[in-house]
């Protein structure tokens, strides 16, 4: 099992309230990436990062942020939440540059809800 | 734009029956890997193909790469309850970031 986390697991807001979902790993990875997903449905990438101070936007136009200040960290941050927001949000991370495989590791998620 | 297309959406199988599921792409990928995630779950890697033409078996899954590299398969022979999810295709145009599937959902009845 892959050592990759995320918190809150569920969150539940009001509009326009400032939110920041955490993810971290202990595998050294260099690439983590940030999908929405609602449920059943499929992923769509919204951040992706190299590395330190790598960041990328998704193909999901999105109106959060994302940094990464450290190799094991990769908060997202929604500055004003609102209804449309609410989705499942998980994280992944794999390895760059090393041979064929870039499996991908997800997280357990976070499922936010906005009233 | 690059996209990876998936069906079908939905399948609902006898415990027993086979399972299959396509993935599409109208330009060459790089690669193509396979993920199932169970209902309330997150994905979890399955298989990565790389080459043209690329076949690998995991038990009763077995996956195949298209010769052009532009669609790939993943076939569950003699379903069971536990094979129920959704599985999902994800592929790279150039080892960059992944474009997945939509997912087809599986459902087997015991």
């Known amino acids: 099992e892959a050592d990759i986390y995320q918190t809150p697991r569920y969150l539940v807001i009001g509009t326009g309230k400032k939110i920041t979902l955490e993810c971290s790993q202990t595998m050294g990875h260099d690439k983590m990436y940030w999908y929405q997903q609602d449920p059943g449905m499929e992923l769509h990438l919204i951040h992706y990062?190299?590395?330190?101070?790598?960041?990328e936007k998704g193909d999901l136009s999105s109106e959060s942020t994302v940094s990464r200040i450290r190799t094991e960290h990769f908060p997202l941050t929604l500055e004003s939440a609102r209804p449309s927001h609410t989705s499942q949000y998980l994280c992944?991370?794999?390895?760059?540059?090393?041979?064929?495989?870039?499996?991908?590791?997800f997280g357990p998620g976070t499922r936010l809800t906005v009233l | 734009g690059q996209q990876v297309m998936q069906i079908p959406q939905y399948q609902h199988v006898q415990e027993g029956e086979d399972f299959t599921t396509y993935c599409n792409s109208s330009t060459t990928l790089s690669n193509i890997q396979w993920y199932k995630q169970r209902p309330g779950g997150h994905p979890v890697f399955l298989i990565q193909?790389?080459?043209?033409?690329e076949v690998k078996k995991q038990k009763r899954l077995t996956f195949q790469f298209g010769e052009a590299k532009k669609n790939s398969s993943l076939h569950i022979t003699a379903t069971q309850t536990t094979d129920v999810g959704t599985y999902f295709c994800a592929g790279t145009y150039n080892f960059n970031k992944f474009y997945f599937g939509s997912g087809t959902k599986l459902n087997v009845k015991p």
């Open positions: 992944a991370s794999s390895e760059y540059g090393r041979g064929w495989t870039d499996t991908q590791y």
């Open positions: 193909l790389v080459k043209s033409g």
């Open positions: 990062s190299y590395g330190v101070n790598s960041t």
